[in-house]
């Protein structure tokens, strides 16, 4: 169990996310949603443990560090470095054989086995410049597939992608059910939220509504959500 108590997180000057109390069921699928500027993001990372909490706790119930796996927004990469796709992936073994050792013939086949799984066996030696959002995207799953982690952590997964590749998601994401994976997903789709996450946290800085999703995008709930930030506070919070 990964428990949020009272949970706080600072954006530059700003509070990002305030107030912040709950739990996330080991195998439980979660959708964090809300306005722009609202914390989203930031508390994605403070859970993995990249962005500090400022106030309050974050308890990941003895959790390694390799257990939990954050998939970042795909826009706010830089996809200039000259590196292969199939490098990119590798990248999610880092975790478990350290940033300086070779590759094992293992991964190598979960690296093969990845990309095929997304739909890009054959763009193993392309660079990532080369590649279209959608295409990245599916690139980033396949990193996460490698890095198999039990907690995953997914900032906007599908955001930029055609119809083709959510499907492809959808079918990961029932996987990861299956399998007792935890998934939190910061998503805007909410026919996806409805249809794919039995457990929403609505935030918008502060949270709204945590529990059963039908019952927390009630449509008073996102009124809330709407009116709870003013937009001095979106205009500086919109990059958290």
């Known amino acids: 169990m ?19 109390s709950g739990g996330f069921a080991p195998g439980s ?26 106030a309050g706790r974050i308890d990941r119930g003895g959790l390694a560090a390799n257990a939990i796996a954050l998939l970042p927004q795909a826009s706010r990469m830089d996809r200039s470095f000259p590196l292969s796709c199939a490098d990119v992936v590798a990248l999610g073994a880092w975790p478990r054989m350290g940033a300086f050792a070779a590759l094992k013939a293992g991964d190598a086949r979960r690296v093969l086995a ?32 490698v890095q198999d982690a039990p907690v995953l952590l997914l900032d906007e997964p599908v955001a930029g992608v055609d119809v083709a590749s959510e499907a492809i998601f959808q079918d990961m994401l029932a996987e990861w059910q299956r399998e007792g994976r935890t998934v939190i997903a910061v998503l805007h789709d909410l026919d996806l939220v409805l249809r794919r996450f039995p457990q929403t946290l609505l935030l918008a800085r502060r949270m709204i ?4 999703t039908g019952q927390v995008l009630s449509a008073a709930n996102r009124q809330r959500a709407r009116l709870s930030l003013d937009p001095w506070d979106a205009a500086l919070l919109d990059a958290s």
């Open 29 to 54: 699928l979660t959708a964090v949603v809300g306005p722009n500027g609202a914390g989203k993001t930031t508390l994605l990372r403070a859970i993995a443990g990249v962005h500090p909490v400022a």
């Open 2 to 20: 990964i428990r949020l108590e009272d949970v706080g997180c600072r954006y530059r000057q700003a509070w990002a996310v305030e107030a912040v």
């Open 209 to 212: 509504a945590w529990g059963e």
């Open 114 to 145: 990845a990309l095929a799984r997304v739909g890009l066996a054959d763009v193993g030696d392309r660079l990532v410049g080369a590649l279209s959002v959608g295409q990245f995207q599916r690139l980033l799953w396949a990193r996460l597939l």
